[in-house]
Protein backbone atom coordinates (compact mmCIF):
# COMPACT_ATOMS: atom_id res chain seq x y z
CA UNK A 1 0.00 0.00 0.00
CA UNK A 2 1.53 3.61 -0.99
CA UNK A 3 1.93 5.58 2.34
CA UNK A 4 2.40 9.65 0.79
CA UNK A 5 2.21 11.01 -2.90
CA UNK A 6 5.69 11.66 -3.59
CA UNK A 7 6.33 7.30 -3.29
CA UNK A 8 3.23 7.22 -5.94
CA UNK A 9 5.23 9.72 -8.07
CA UNK A 10 8.47 7.94 -8.04
CA UNK A 11 7.21 4.92 -8.55
CA UNK A 12 5.48 5.63 -11.41
CA UNK A 13 8.40 7.63 -12.83
CA UNK A 14 10.97 4.79 -11.80
CA UNK A 15 8.62 2.01 -13.52
CA UNK A 16 7.54 4.45 -16.36
CA UNK A 17 4.07 3.69 -16.17
CA UNK A 18 0.75 6.32 -15.22
CA UNK A 19 -0.77 6.38 -12.03
CA UNK A 20 -3.71 4.83 -12.90
CA UNK A 21 -1.64 1.90 -13.62
CA UNK A 22 -0.35 1.51 -10.29
CA UNK A 23 -3.83 2.10 -8.63
CA UNK A 24 -5.09 -0.49 -10.79
CA UNK A 25 -2.14 -2.96 -9.81
CA UNK A 26 -2.51 -1.90 -6.00
CA UNK A 27 -6.15 -2.61 -6.23
CA UNK A 28 -5.67 -6.27 -7.34
CA UNK A 29 -3.34 -7.07 -4.89
CA UNK A 30 -5.43 -5.96 -1.67
CA UNK A 31 -9.06 -7.03 -3.35
CA UNK A 32 -8.03 -10.07 -4.70
CA UNK A 33 -9.76 -9.22 -7.98
CA UNK A 34 -8.18 -9.63 -11.41
CA UNK A 35 -7.82 -5.43 -13.58
CA UNK A 36 -10.59 -6.83 -15.12
CA UNK A 37 -12.98 -7.02 -12.69
CA UNK A 38 -11.99 -4.02 -10.85
CA UNK A 39 -12.29 -1.86 -14.55
CA UNK A 40 -15.57 -3.55 -14.88
CA UNK A 41 -16.40 -2.19 -11.08
CA UNK A 42 -14.73 1.16 -12.27
CA UNK A 43 -16.94 1.19 -15.38
CA UNK A 44 -20.36 0.47 -13.46
CA UNK A 45 -19.12 3.90 -11.13
CA UNK A 46 -18.31 5.67 -14.17
CA UNK A 47 -21.81 5.14 -15.68
CA UNK A 48 -23.75 6.18 -12.49
CA UNK A 49 -21.46 9.37 -12.73
CA UNK A 50 -22.89 9.70 -16.53
CA UNK A 51 -26.30 8.88 -15.40
CA UNK A 52 -26.49 11.35 -12.88
CA UNK A 53 -24.87 14.11 -14.06
CA UNK A 54 -27.44 13.68 -17.48
CA UNK A 55 -30.46 13.58 -15.02
CA UNK A 56 -29.90 16.67 -13.66
CA UNK A 57 -29.05 18.30 -17.70
CA UNK A 58 -32.02 16.96 -19.14
CA UNK A 59 -35.15 18.89 -19.65
CA UNK A 60 -35.51 21.30 -16.75
CA UNK A 61 -33.76 18.40 -14.22
CA UNK A 62 -34.69 18.07 -10.46
CA UNK A 63 -35.16 19.33 -7.53
CA UNK A 64 -35.14 18.43 -3.71
CA UNK A 65 -37.91 18.04 -1.78
CA UNK A 66 -37.41 21.34 0.50
CA UNK A 67 -36.60 23.06 -2.77
CA UNK A 68 -33.46 24.60 -2.06
CA UNK A 69 -31.65 23.57 -5.01
CA UNK A 70 -32.81 22.38 -8.35
CA UNK A 71 -33.17 23.15 -11.75
CA UNK A 72 -30.00 25.48 -11.95
CA UNK A 73 -28.21 22.88 -14.42
CA UNK A 74 -30.34 22.73 -16.91
CA UNK A 75 -30.87 26.77 -16.28
CA UNK A 76 -27.06 27.62 -16.74
CA UNK A 77 -26.98 24.91 -19.88
CA UNK A 78 -29.74 27.15 -21.47
CA UNK A 79 -27.88 30.11 -20.78
CA UNK A 80 -24.52 28.41 -22.48
CA UNK A 81 -26.07 27.32 -25.33
CA UNK A 82 -26.83 30.89 -25.83
CA UNK A 83 -23.29 31.75 -26.84
CA UNK A 84 -23.01 34.61 -24.83
CA UNK A 85 -21.37 33.02 -21.58
CA UNK A 86 -18.44 34.90 -20.04
CA UNK A 87 -16.28 31.62 -19.92
CA UNK A 88 -15.69 29.01 -22.00
CA UNK A 89 -16.95 25.79 -23.31
CA UNK A 90 -14.64 23.95 -21.08
CA UNK A 91 -15.32 25.68 -17.88
CA UNK A 92 -19.13 25.91 -18.66
CA UNK A 93 -19.18 22.71 -19.34
CA UNK A 94 -17.69 21.11 -15.89
CA UNK A 95 -20.09 23.82 -13.82
CA UNK A 96 -22.80 22.30 -15.55
CA UNK A 97 -22.14 18.66 -14.84
CA UNK A 98 -20.87 19.75 -11.45
CA UNK A 99 -24.34 21.53 -10.12
CA UNK A 100 -26.27 18.92 -12.31
CA UNK A 101 -24.74 15.85 -10.52
CA UNK A 102 -25.20 17.55 -7.00
CA UNK A 103 -28.86 18.69 -7.40
CA UNK A 104 -30.08 14.89 -8.33
CA UNK A 105 -27.78 14.28 -5.15
CA UNK A 106 -29.74 17.01 -3.00
CA UNK A 107 -33.17 15.15 -4.77
CA UNK A 108 -32.04 11.60 -3.35
CA UNK A 109 -30.70 10.64 -7.07
CA UNK A 110 -27.88 7.84 -7.33
CA UNK A 111 -24.80 9.26 -7.29
CA UNK A 112 -21.10 7.74 -7.41
CA UNK A 113 -19.43 9.66 -4.03
CA UNK A 114 -16.36 10.77 -5.24
CA UNK A 115 -14.93 10.97 -2.54
CA UNK A 116 -18.40 11.78 -0.85
CA UNK A 117 -21.91 12.43 -1.69
CA UNK A 118 -21.49 16.36 -1.13
CA UNK A 119 -18.88 16.38 -3.42
CA UNK A 120 -19.41 14.27 -5.78
CA UNK A 121 -20.31 16.70 -8.41
CA UNK A 122 -16.23 17.66 -9.06
CA UNK A 123 -14.71 14.82 -10.32
CA UNK A 124 -17.80 14.21 -13.03
CA UNK A 125 -17.46 17.92 -13.71
CA UNK A 126 -13.75 18.26 -14.74
CA UNK A 127 -14.00 14.70 -16.86
CA UNK A 128 -17.08 15.08 -18.20
CA UNK A 129 -15.82 18.42 -19.62
CA UNK A 130 -12.90 17.14 -21.03
CA UNK A 131 -13.99 13.96 -22.36
CA UNK A 132 -15.04 15.75 -25.63
CA UNK A 133 -12.39 18.34 -25.87
CA UNK A 134 -9.81 15.39 -24.81
CA UNK A 135 -11.58 13.01 -27.04
CA UNK A 136 -11.21 10.96 -24.14
CA UNK A 137 -12.16 6.70 -24.59
CA UNK A 138 -14.20 5.26 -21.68
CA UNK A 139 -11.37 3.72 -20.92
CA UNK A 140 -9.50 6.68 -20.81
CA UNK A 141 -11.97 7.40 -18.11
CA UNK A 142 -11.99 4.79 -16.16
CA UNK A 143 -7.88 5.85 -15.96
CA UNK A 144 -9.19 9.62 -14.37
CA UNK A 145 -11.03 7.83 -11.74
CA UNK A 146 -8.15 5.27 -10.64
CA UNK A 147 -5.84 8.02 -10.87
CA UNK A 148 -7.66 10.28 -8.75
CA UNK A 149 -8.79 6.94 -6.74
CA UNK A 150 -4.73 7.14 -5.74
CA UNK A 151 -4.45 10.57 -4.56
CA UNK A 152 -7.78 10.09 -2.74
CA UNK A 153 -6.41 7.48 -0.63
CA UNK A 154 -3.60 9.10 0.55
CA UNK A 155 -5.66 11.85 1.93
CA UNK A 156 -8.11 9.58 3.65
CA UNK A 157 -5.76 7.52 4.98
CA UNK A 158 -3.02 10.35 6.46
CA UNK A 159 -6.03 13.47 7.06
CA UNK A 160 -9.66 13.09 6.11
CA UNK A 161 -12.49 13.07 3.46
CA UNK A 162 -15.17 14.22 5.70
CA UNK A 163 -16.58 17.64 6.18
CA UNK A 164 -17.93 16.59 10.05
CA UNK A 165 -13.95 16.36 10.30
CA UNK A 166 -12.05 18.93 8.73
CA UNK A 167 -14.98 20.46 6.82
CA UNK A 168 -15.52 21.28 3.00
CA UNK A 169 -11.83 21.56 3.09
CA UNK A 170 -12.09 17.81 3.37
CA UNK A 171 -14.81 17.07 0.74
CA UNK A 172 -15.00 19.40 -1.98
CA UNK A 173 -11.07 20.26 -1.50
CA UNK A 174 -9.85 16.66 -1.86
CA UNK A 175 -12.36 15.98 -4.87
CA UNK A 176 -11.00 18.87 -6.42
CA UNK A 177 -6.92 18.31 -5.70
CA UNK A 178 -7.84 14.49 -7.07
CA UNK A 179 -9.52 15.88 -10.17
CA UNK A 180 -6.75 18.29 -10.84
CA UNK A 181 -4.21 15.12 -10.64
CA UNK A 182 -6.13 12.75 -13.01
CA UNK A 183 -6.80 15.87 -15.19
CA UNK A 184 -2.79 16.20 -15.94
CA UNK A 185 -2.45 12.74 -16.18
CA UNK A 186 -5.02 12.42 -19.00
CA UNK A 187 -3.61 15.01 -20.57
CA UNK A 188 -0.39 13.56 -21.06
CA UNK A 189 1.13 15.29 -18.49
CA UNK A 190 3.81 13.75 -16.08
CA UNK A 191 3.33 11.52 -12.93
CA UNK A 192 5.13 14.54 -10.94
CA UNK A 193 2.86 17.50 -12.65
CA UNK A 194 -0.46 15.31 -11.60
CA UNK A 195 1.51 16.01 -8.10
CA UNK A 196 1.83 19.51 -8.66
CA UNK A 197 -1.92 20.44 -9.84
CA UNK A 198 -3.08 18.27 -6.82
CA UNK A 199 -1.09 20.59 -4.19
CA UNK A 200 -2.32 23.59 -6.24
CA UNK A 201 -5.53 22.55 -6.33
CA UNK A 202 -6.01 21.55 -1.98
CA UNK A 203 -3.98 24.65 -1.29
CA UNK A 204 -6.18 26.99 -3.04
CA UNK A 205 -9.09 25.83 -0.77
CA UNK A 206 -7.38 24.95 2.46
CA UNK A 207 -9.70 26.54 5.42
CA UNK A 208 -12.93 26.14 3.37
CA UNK A 209 -15.79 25.39 5.91
CA UNK A 210 -18.43 23.35 6.11
CA UNK A 211 -21.57 25.02 6.72
CA UNK A 212 -25.06 23.42 5.46
CA UNK A 213 -28.02 25.36 6.18
CA UNK A 214 -30.77 23.44 7.88
CA UNK A 215 -28.01 20.71 7.93
CA UNK A 216 -28.68 19.80 4.54
CA UNK A 217 -26.59 19.12 1.75
CA UNK A 218 -27.90 21.48 -0.60
CA UNK A 219 -27.00 25.10 0.53
CA UNK A 220 -23.86 25.83 -0.27
CA UNK A 221 -23.11 22.35 -0.96
CA UNK A 222 -24.23 21.99 -4.70
CA UNK A 223 -22.39 25.68 -5.59
CA UNK A 224 -19.00 24.89 -3.76
CA UNK A 225 -18.89 21.77 -6.26
CA UNK A 226 -18.49 24.16 -9.18
CA UNK A 227 -15.34 26.14 -7.05
CA UNK A 228 -14.25 22.13 -7.15
CA UNK A 229 -14.46 21.55 -10.74
CA UNK A 230 -12.98 25.33 -12.23
CA UNK A 231 -10.26 24.92 -9.68
CA UNK A 232 -9.28 22.06 -10.77
CA UNK A 233 -9.30 22.92 -14.23
CA UNK A 234 -6.97 25.95 -13.73
CA UNK A 235 -4.71 24.01 -11.36
CA UNK A 236 -4.20 21.32 -14.27
CA UNK A 237 -3.40 23.74 -16.43
CA UNK A 238 -1.19 25.62 -14.46
CA UNK A 239 0.53 22.25 -13.75
CA UNK A 240 1.12 21.27 -17.32
CA UNK A 241 2.53 24.65 -18.14
CA UNK A 242 5.36 24.01 -15.82
CA UNK A 243 4.42 25.55 -12.86
CA UNK A 244 5.06 24.23 -9.40
CA UNK A 245 4.02 24.51 -5.79
CA UNK A 246 6.15 25.65 -3.62
CA UNK A 247 4.55 22.87 -0.80
CA UNK A 248 4.55 19.50 -1.67
CA UNK A 249 1.53 17.45 -2.01
CA UNK A 250 2.23 15.73 1.11
CA UNK A 251 2.28 18.31 3.25
CA UNK A 252 -0.45 20.01 1.88
CA UNK A 253 -2.72 17.01 3.12
CA UNK A 254 -0.79 17.19 6.77
CA UNK A 255 -1.56 21.10 6.07
CA UNK A 256 -5.72 20.60 5.40
CA UNK A 257 -5.54 17.95 8.52
CA UNK A 258 -3.89 20.87 10.89
CA UNK A 259 -5.96 23.33 9.31
CA UNK A 260 -9.68 20.81 10.32
CA UNK A 261 -8.53 20.07 13.34
CA UNK A 262 -8.14 23.56 14.76
CA UNK A 263 -11.27 24.37 13.16
CA UNK A 264 -14.35 24.98 15.46
CA UNK A 265 -17.54 22.19 15.55
CA UNK A 266 -19.43 25.08 14.49
CA UNK A 267 -17.49 25.20 11.00
CA UNK A 268 -17.48 21.29 10.54
CA UNK A 269 -21.17 20.24 8.89
CA UNK A 270 -23.15 20.72 12.23
CA UNK A 271 -25.04 23.76 10.82
CA UNK A 272 -24.51 25.91 13.52
CA UNK A 273 -22.23 28.76 11.51
CA UNK A 274 -21.34 30.16 8.74
CA UNK A 275 -24.30 30.68 6.46
CA UNK A 276 -26.31 28.41 8.36
CA UNK A 277 -26.08 30.37 11.28
CA UNK A 278 -27.36 33.74 9.18
CA UNK A 279 -30.88 34.99 9.61
CA UNK A 280 -32.10 33.79 6.34
CA UNK A 281 -30.11 30.20 7.01
CA UNK A 282 -32.08 29.95 10.33
CA UNK A 283 -35.39 31.00 9.05
CA UNK A 284 -34.66 28.02 6.32
CA UNK A 285 -33.95 25.35 9.04
CA UNK A 286 -37.36 27.09 10.77
CA UNK A 287 -39.58 26.49 8.00
CA UNK A 288 -38.13 22.86 7.46
CA UNK A 289 -38.43 21.23 10.66
CA UNK A 290 -40.25 23.74 12.68
CA UNK A 291 -37.51 24.43 15.28
CA UNK A 292 -36.08 27.28 16.73
CA UNK A 293 -31.95 27.49 15.37
Known amino acids: MYQSIAEIVQTAQQRGVTIAKLMLEQESTYSGKTAEEIIKQMSEQLTAMSLAASKGLTGNG ?26 GDIVLTAIENAIATNEVNAAMGVVCAAPTAGSSGTLPGVLFALEKKLNLSRRNEIDFLLCASGFGLIVANHATIAGATGGCQAE ?23 AEA ?20 EVPCVDRNVVGAVNALAAADMALAGLTNTIPADEVIMAMKDVGERMPR ?25 TEA
Open 62 to 87: VASKTGLTGHQAAKLAKYHQRGKTLS
Open 172 to 194: VGSASAMAAAAAVEVSGGTPQQS
Open 198 to 217: FAFSLSNLLGLVCDPVAGLV
Open 266 to 290: ELRETGLGGLAATPTGNQIKFNIFG
